[in-house]
Every structure is written in structure tokens, then in C-alpha cells.
């Protein structure tokens, strides 16, 4: 095989599980009592708003929400803690991101299901249409374009 016909394919896979690995790398050390809040309040929805976070909503509800989460993240609850006594009081719905199982498992990973099968028969199409000889005309059908030409 021709490096010319897999390098941009290996190429293109380091660059994904670069990206991947980027995006799930835990933090390497300890976050402050500020960032934690913030990173917390982003992944809360405001009861109030339509479709905002806690941490950019302006509402009495969601100032109250930070402040709550300070005071836990200073009482030295872990993350985990924190998000379940806002599901335990306001519902499942108060978390922007679903959990990862049950439905927020169905919602997160079908949409990634369906490209990876989308992708996989587009590249079954690609080969199989790069498979099929290339089709020649035959000397009769020249024949007949030339006699349709002349008339």
C-alpha cells in the first residue's frame, strides 16, 4: 500500500484522538473556590430562564443557586455531591448536561450512533463504487454514436 493513500487517513485519526483526549483530560490540580463554583453554576440550568446556565443568569433564583453552590464547594462537598443536592431539590431537568445513563445516555449517544454508522456506509459505498471496473463503450456503441452523428 502507498503511504500517499493511508498517511491522510493516520494523519486525520491523530488529530481526532488528540482532540478526544484534550476534551476528557481530567484538570491536574486542585481548582479554586472560584473556578469550582463557576464550572459547577455552568452545568446548572436556572429554574427561572429559558435555557440558561446558573452562572450567566441574572435571576434572584440563579444568584441563589451560586451562592448555594459556594457555600458547599467551602464545606468541602465534592462535585458529584453538590450536582445531586440540586437534582435531590429541583429535578432532574435543573442539570444542562444529561447524566450518562438511562436517557441522557439515549440523548448523548445516538446522535453519535448515527454518524458512526452514516460514516461507515458512506466509506461501504466509496469501496464498492471504487471496486466496479470502469465500464468501456463497446465498438457497436461507437458504432452507433458515429452513425447518429452523420445523419
Known sequence: ????TWLPWAALAVLV???VAFLVWPDGGE???NARTRALAEE???PECQGLSAATSSAPTARAIRVDIRDQVEAGR???EI???MVDRYGESILLKPEGGGIGLLV???PVVGLVVGAAGLAFALWRWRAQPARRA??????????????
Open 1 to 4: 500500500m502507498r503511504p500517499t
Open 17 to 19: 484522538v488528540g482532540i
Open 31 to 33: 481548582r479554586s473556590v
Open 44 to 46: 446548572i440550568r436556572c
Open 78 to 80: 465534592s462535585d458529584a
Open 83 to 85: 450536582r445531586q443536592s
Open 108 to 110: 448523548w449517544g445516538l
Open 138 to 151: 463497446t465498438d457497436a456503441d461507437e458504432r452507433l454514436v458515429d452513425a447518429a452523428r452523420h445523419e
